[in-house]
């Protein structure tokens, strides 16, 4: 498989994944979400399906990039996109904690978790490639704003 074709399989699944999460969050964006607390940086709602989409394809093209390097480094690539599998995960899972069980404490809890995940993902994907590794860094600042932000619904419902 060429490298375009595998960059394209892995923003295909990226996608994937943030289109499933948004199926989660779309039934409690105009029920539960508005009728709880939130504090004054929270951005309005039509911010986070560009902003969700645009890292999407980062992270895609990112492992995408990782995974076009499988005969160069098999043990590293295996690994690291192993870890970006668990994030990937982990992303998906956190929209199911906050919007489908409507929980910002759980949900919190487990983005740790995901910001731990990406931090590794972007550890491992530096010596494989580096481009891939800065990719995914945006991604980790707007989880790292998210976190900040769940953690004060949280607060701010108790």
Request: aromatic content about 14%.
């Amino acid at each position: 498989m060429s490298k375009i074709v595998k960059i394209a399989i892995a923003v295909a699944i990226c996608l994937g994944v943030g289109y499933g999460s948004s199926l989660v969050t779309q039934s409690s964006i105009t029920t539960w979400y508005p009728t709880i607390n939130k504090p004054s940086f929270n951005p309005p709602n039509e911010v986070f399906a560009p902003v969700w989409t645009i890292l999407y394809v980062m992270m895609g093209i990112s492992a995408g990039l990782v995974w076009s390097k499988m005969e160069a480094v098999p043990v590293l690539v295996k690994k690291a996109l192993w870890v970006f599998l668990i994030q990937l995960i982990l992303n998906s899972l956190w929209s199911f904690l906050f919007f489908g069980l409507q929980n910002p404490f759980l949900a919190l809890v487990e983005i740790l978790l995901l910001w731990l995940m990406i931090f590794e993902t972007i550890k491992l994907f530096k010596p494989i490639d580096a481009l891939a590794s800065k990719l995914m860094i945006p991604y980790l600042l707007w989880v790292s704003f998210a976190m900040i932000l769940n953690g004060s619904i949280w607060w701010l419902n108790r």
